[in-house]
């Protein structure tokens, strides 16, 4: 068994080093570029060594699918969560929270964005596969608020798939908008748009 040094056991010194590694691959992804951005210059930033690095990512293809990944799912499970308290509320009232939870996680930091709908684009199969179930997961999650409305009469009674998958490419965009706008726009009215987008193409006859 290994040893603790310090007080601080082996699995918690790797997954700090781990912790350290998103942070750092965040860091240049978004910056410095993820095309450009080395390996080496990774493991300086975080403080650690290749070995290290290697010991937890295969490439820094994984280290940025991880990432990717991370993002969405913090993003997916605080919407889900703040919806729990709104079981009986209208349709405006849980579409502007599942927005403004939504829009407000993804860009609590600024470099989110970019990573996940800038860097992360076009680099690889396994990363385009996880970008196309994490499209399918929040389009099926719109699906399910659109059926919801239309269960409550505030919504006409049709198939809203293709909607919802048009909904997350126009969401996309305005946050990709978003982190390349200079100056920088203000994220209310990023989240106002989207949302008044979301309630006039759900309730549309």
């Not at 919407?79 to 929270?97: N, P």
């Not at 919801?148 to 909904?167: D, F, N």
């Not at 126009?170 to 990023?190: F, K, S, V």
């Amino acid at each position: 068994m290994a040893r603790a040094y310090g007080g601080v056991s082996p699995e918690q010194r790797r997954a700090e080093r781990r912790s350290r590694l998103l942070q750092a691959g965040l860091a240049l992804f978004t910056t410095t570029g993820f095309a450009t951005t080395k390996i080496t210059e990774l493991c300086t930033e975080a403080g650690v060594s290749t070995r290290n690095f290697y010991e937890e990512f295969g490439s820094k293809e994984d280290l940025l699918r991880e990432l990717h990944d991370l993002i969405n799912a913090t993003a997916f499970n605080e919407v889900r969560t703040a919806l729990t308290s709104l079981e009986t509320a209208d349709v405006r009232t849980r579409i502007t929270k599942l927005l403004d939870v939504f829009v407000g996680t993804v860009t609590a930091d600024p470099r989110a964005p970019r990573l996940n709908y800038v860097e992360a684009v076009g680099v690889n199969a396994e990363i385009e596969q996880q970008h196309v179930r994490w499209v399918n997961t929040w389009a099926q999650f719109i699906e399910s608020e659109a059926l919801r409305a239309a269960a409550a009469g505030v919504a006409p009674q049709r198939s809203y798939r293709l909607t919802a998958i048009a909904l997350v490419g126009a969401i996309t965009g305005l946050l990709r908008e978003w982190q390349a706008h200079e100056p920088p726009l203000a994220i209310d009215e990023i989240a106002a748009e989207i949302r008044e987008l979301m309630l006039a193409a759900i309730t549309r006859p």
